[in-house]
């Protein structure tokens, strides 16, 4: 499996050697976006069982600030309230997977990662050396973009639409590769992976959205600070 690819589904400006960058591109660093992001991916098993996984993300990105938060659906929502009255009474609890990621470029280049948990009404900072424990590989161009700039650079562009969508490929062995590349919003509007045999597909395509009134990371009034350490048994 890709491990580029999966660092999308799981999370710039740049050039591209061998394509074009829009003329039309507006400035980037006034640009938001917001998107909805719908993730499948299926896997046959050895005992013929066809694994099917899906799950969406929405993503709202101005200049230095990213942020990315799943897409909670009502059964999930029952579920983890089962869960929650099952455990201990005054044990704070802190699901990862739930908690929205609000990613920020600082002025020297590094990157800071907090997780923003609406049932505890906190704001957790993360450390660089507890990003792998998120998920997070703590490259700031790739949660931009939701790809690797470096493996965008691998892939082959076979056709532009006229709308400047990139259409980019690549085979390795057998595997397989495809995205749909926005030259306006620098982001993948499909992306695909495939085994050419079959076993594993994977997909991952935004749908753009109107820009939220309100900015995600602007609405937290009330939200404590706590460490990633604080929920720690």
Known sequence: MSKQFMAAICLTGFALSGFAASSNTINKANQTVAATISHTTRVWSSSGILQTFEFKEKMVRQGNTIWIERVIPQQANILEAQQHNAEQAGHKHLDKER???????????????????????????????????????????????????????????????????????????????????????????????????????????????????????????????????????
Not at 107 to 130: F, I, M, W
Not at 211 to 218: Q, R
């Open 99 to 233: 908690a929205a990621k609000w990613i920020t470029l600082n002025s020297d280049g590094s990157v800071t990662l907090r997780l923003v948990d609406p049932e505890n009404k906190a704001v957790v900072t993360v450390s660089k050396a507890e990003f792998s424990t998120v998920r997070f590989d703590g490259r700031w161009q790739t949660a931009y973009h939701l790809v690797s700039p470096d493996f965008l650079k691998t892939l082959t562009l076979k056709k532009v639409s006229k709308s400047g969508v990139q259409e980019l490929v690549k085979v390795d062995g057998q595997q397989q590769t495809a995205i749909q590349w926005d030259t306006l919003t620098e982001l993948p509007l499909e992306m695909v992976y495939q085994d050419k045999d079959g076993v594993r597909f994977q997909k991952s395509s935004i749908t753009l959205n109107p820009t939220p009134s309100t900015l995600p990371w602007k609405n937290l009034a009330g939200y404590k600070q706590m460490e990633l350490s604080d929920f720690l048994d």
